[in-house]
């Protein structure tokens, strides 16, 4: 049974295909902080265009440290072949009839080019989210949300004009598929396996993706590691009311474990979103003799006093510094011991009763 009619597809390909033509350059982008559906689609993407001997770019501008590692990965194997830019070099690169191509999302505030999309004079869009009215305005768009994701639509694009591709583009767009159908457990119809039949005939392994995912739990587990169970400890600060409540996390049980820093943002930003707390350290090695930390904070807590404190910088609720030592210990006691310096007084203190208060005898008054 057919699920999805091709007809739309095809004429939009076709009006694309057209648009590529008369195009001088290509730039081809997808959401920000890309996963493995924005960037296999946007690799996909990339070689469909290839046979119009057109310049053409991916722009991923996020900070690679923050990429997730099956994705960075992806990137990086990548690098030599594909032109991939960030969005200062497309800036530089796009001229008046460049076209840029956006997968896996419609909005213009989720791609890196939004506030600058107006310098496009010609724009296309595939996605497989609803369409909204903050949706990109532009008549050559295709969004089908019965599509199991932006992988699926741009292999059936791919396959309708017999494109060639290579066994690793049919793995990055299997990739894509697999992560927004959760392992093909939900979204999928009868096209989605279609499409997937037909990657793996040109070359895409299951394994492959599978290490790919493998990648993404073991940078998630590692950074993890820094705060589960009890290598997070909370301490009450009760000279201020109400009390404070600040966590202290690094790997107690192999202390000397190495990290990047960015594991250790992640892991104290983690602690702000999932654990009631005011301010969270995370601590970690990231040479042999160097310890780094992460602070985040609050209104109530200037982590940025704290981190001065111990020689380091930052603001009211982000902050940071790294100390040579050999005692990661020894600097958790320290930051412990430091906490109060960055304790807003008590004025400062947004107090929710008081601000509740002051809300009622507004409304009172009117
Ligand atoms: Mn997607």
């Given at each position: 049974m057919r699920v999805n009619n091709d007809d739309a597809l095809r004429s939009f390909k076709r009006e694309l295909e057209g648009e590529i033509k008369n195009s001088s350059k290509i730039f081809i982008v997808g959401h920000n902080s890309p996963d493995f559906d924005a960037i296999g689609s946007a690799i996909g993407l990339y070689s469909f265009i290839k046979r119009f001997g057109k310049e053409s770019y991916i722009i991923v501008n996020d900070d690679p440290a923050k990429i997730e590692s099956g994705v960075k990965k992806i990137i990086d194997d990548n690098r030599d072949i594909i032109n991939i830019i960030d969005k200062r070099e497309c800036l530089e690169l796009l001229d008046n009839n460049s076209m840029l191509i956006v997968t896996d999302t419609n909005k213009p505030d989720k791609i890196s080019v939004g506030d600058s999309i107006?310098?496009?004079?010609k724009i296309a869009v595939i996605d497989h989210h609803f369409k909204t009215n903050?949706?990109?305005?532009?008549?050559?768009i295709y969004i089908n949300?019965?599509?199991?994701s932006a992988s699926e639509i741009v292999t059936r694009m791919l396959n309708m004009s017999k494109v060639k591709y290579g066994g690793l583009t049919a793995n990055y767009l299997l990739a894509g598929i697999s992560l927004d159908t959760d392992r093909f457990k939900k979204n999928t119809t009868a096209l989605t396996h279609d499409v997937a039949e037909k990657l793996i005939r040109r070359g895409a392994d299951m394994n492959f993706v599978n290490n790919l995912f493998l990648q993404d739990f073991n940078s998630f587990c590692h950074v993890a590691s820094l705060i589960i169970y009890d290598n997070t400890i909370r301490k009450i600060y009760t000279d201020s009311l109400p009390p404070i409540q600040v966590s202290f996390s690094l790997n107690?049980?192999?202390?000397?474990s190495i990290y990047k820093k960015e594991d250790c943002a992640k892991a104290a930003d983690r602690m702000m979103k999932f654990?009631?707390?005011d301010a969270s350290f995370v601590m970690g090695y990231i040479d042999a003799r160097i310890v780094h930390v992460s602070a985040r904070g609050g209104k109530r807590v200037n982590v940025g006093k704290i981190m001065e404190s111990v020689g380091g910088g930052g603001n009211f609720q982000n902050a940071g510094v790294q100390i040579e030592t050999n005692d990661i210990f020894e600097i958790e006691q320290e930051l412990i011991n430091n906490v109060p310096l960055g304790i807003s007084s008590s004025e400062d203190i947004i107090n929710p009763l008081e601000i509740r208060s002051k809300q009622l005898a507004k409304r009172s008054k009117k």
């Open positions: 107006d310098l496009f004079n903050e949706s990109i305005k532009t008549t050559l949300s019965q599509s199991s107690r049980e192999a202390p000397k654990i009631d707390t």
